[in-house]
């Protein structure tokens, strides 16, 4: 093989050995389960925002930005459910750059796994501990998941990992919300496979175990755009896309269908403020047409500190070093606006 075996990481046991869930936080993440999955179900007609910075670069903005986040949740906890994004490893479109928290504890540091796995632990154990927010994070690597899964209350299967199958039979073994996204090309029968596979139990492999998964009934559709063969961005959000989507759900004949709208990506272009028009629209469209509202369980929104991104040795403290977000202002003003109009 041509690669080197640098040093072996401990096991995720290991790990949540070290670092464990006390009692308190355990319940408290029992009790955003339990408000989550009840939007999924049904159960609530509260809207659900995954909100929060592009990648978790900074353990001390990451905190800030949470701490804020969690005294507006409380000011529209009667309409809105949030699940702040704490993404801490990205994927990278040519497999160069920042890959997040995991690989670079500090990004303008050498990748360290080890300090990595230990750094995304304890970032998502403050922020149960003391904001109270059980996060979201992206299922990038199916291997890593254990390191966090009894922190985790969402995870997100991205574009370029939904068409693969450990994906799939892993979050078929989940027992939280899974939501994955259409694939870069925008097919939606692709997307749709993948929620039928996420649904269903499976015998497979999965670390070193022939293991078999009971389904998760909670795995949805996020649509986040998507890339023509130009490479034009191109969005999916409009109400004949939900519409379309509605229908093949009909089709499918899946459990709880449901789908999270992704405003920033190719929905977007990468223009973060469109997130403000993006949201609206989808918010319209659901008061149009009610059905539509059965199935628009929420919103994903890329948010920060500050506007916009910069570079990995940028220095602004709280602004994006992967994809640009809105900062601040704008989430809270964009936050309340949601809420009056639910």
Same mark, same amino acid.
């Given at each position: 093989?041509?690669?080197?075996?640098?040093?072996? $990481?401990?096991?995720?046991?290991?790990?949540?050995? !070290?670092?464990?869930?006390?009692?308190?936080?355990?319940?408290?993440?029992?009790?955003?389960?339990?408000?989550?999955?009840?939007?999924f !179900?049904?159960?609530?007609? &509260?809207?659900?925002?995954?909100?929060?910075?592009?990648?978790? @670069?900074?353990?001390a903005?990451?905190?800030?930005?949470?701490?804020?986040?969690? !005294?507006?949740? @409380?000011?529209?906890? @009667?309409?809105i459910?949030?699940?702040?994004?704490?993404?801490t490893?990205?994927?990278?479109?040519?497999?160069? *750059?920042?890959?997040?928290?995991?690989?670079q504890?500090?990004?303008?540091? !050498?990748? @360290?796994? $080890?300090?990595?796995?230990?750094?995304?632990r &304890?970032?998502?154990?403050r922020?149960?501990?003391?904001?109270?927010f059980?996060?979201?994070?992206?299922?990038?690597?199916?291997?890593?998941?254990?390191?966090l899964?009894?922190?985790?209350?969402?995870?997100?299967?991205?574009?370029?990992?939904?068409?693969?199958?450990?994906?799939?039979?892993?979050?078929?073994?989940?027992?939280?919300?899974?939501?994955?996204?259409?694939?870069?090309?925008?097919?939606?029968?692709?997307?749709?496979?993948?929620?039928?596979?996420?649904?269903?139990s499976h015998?497979?492999?999965?670390?070193?175990?022939?293991?078999?998964? #009971?389904?998760?009934?909670?795995?949805?559709?996020i649509?986040? *755009?998507?890339v023509? &063969?130009?490479?034009?961005?191109?969005?999916n959000?409009?109400?004949?896309?939900?519409?379309?989507l509605?229908?093949?759900?009909? #089709?499918?004949?899946?459990?709880?269908?449901?789908?999270?709208?992704?405003?920033?990506?190719?929905?977007? *272009?990468?223009?973060?403020f /469109?997130?403000?028009?993006i949201? &609206?629209?989808?918010?319209?469209?659901?008061?149009?047409?009610?059905t539509?509202?059965?199935?628009?369980?929420?919103?994903?929104?890329?948010?920060?500190?500050?506007?916009?991104?910069?570079?990995?040795?940028?220095?602004?403290?709280? #602004?994006?070093?992967?994809?640009?977000?809105?900062?601040?202002?704008?989430t /809270?003003a $964009?936050?309340?606006?949601?809420? /009056?109009?639910?």
């Amino acid at each position: 093989m041509n690669m080197e075996f640098t040093r072996k $990481l401990p096991i995720p046991k290991e790990i949540k050995e !070290r670092y464990p869930v006390t009692p308190e936080m355990a319940a408290q993440k029992q009790k955003n389960d339990e408000a989550i999955q009840a939007i999924f !179900r049904g159960e609530s007609n &509260k809207l659900l925002l995954v909100i929060g910075p592009c990648s978790a @670069d900074n353990e001390a903005a990451v905190l800030d930005y949470m701490d804020r986040l969690r !005294r507006l949740q @409380d000011e529209v906890a @009667d309409k809105i459910v949030m699940v702040p994004r704490l993404y801490t490893n990205k994927p990278r479109t040519t497999g160069e *750059g920042y890959k997040g928290m995991l690989h670079q504890p500090n990004p303008n540091e !050498r990748p @360290d796994l $080890l300090k990595g796995v230990v750094a995304i632990r &304890k970032l998502h154990m403050r922020a149960l501990a003391e904001t109270g927010f059980s996060c979201a994070d992206e299922m990038l690597y199916p291997d890593n998941h254990r390191y966090l899964s009894d922190l985790l209350s969402y995870v997100a299967v991205g574009a370029r990992s939904v068409e693969n199958q450990q994906h799939r039979l892993t979050a078929s073994g989940l027992d939280i919300p899974v939501g994955m996204k259409n694939p870069t090309s925008g097919n939606i029968p692709v997307l749709m496979n993948s929620l039928v596979a996420a649904q269903h139990s499976h015998t497979f492999l999965y670390r070193g175990w022939e293991v078999t998964s #009971k389904g998760n009934p909670l795995a949805h559709a996020i649509l986040r *755009g998507y890339v023509n &063969k130009h490479g034009q961005s191109l969005p999916n959000y409009h109400y004949e896309d939900l519409l379309y989507l509605y229908e093949e759900y009909q #089709k499918a004949g899946l459990q709880n269908p449901g789908v999270v709208v992704d405003a920033n990506h190719a929905n977007s *272009g990468k223009h973060p403020f /469109e997130q403000i028009r993006i949201t &609206k629209e989808v918010l319209h469209s659901c008061r149009y047409n009610p059905t539509l509202r059965g199935i628009v369980k929420g919103v994903m929104i890329e948010s920060y500190l500050e506007d916009g991104c910069q570079p990995v040795d940028g220095g602004v403290y709280g #602004k994006s070093i992967t994809d640009p977000c809105i900062g601040w202002e704008k989430t /809270e003003a $964009l936050v309340r606006e949601i809420a /009056e109009t639910l």
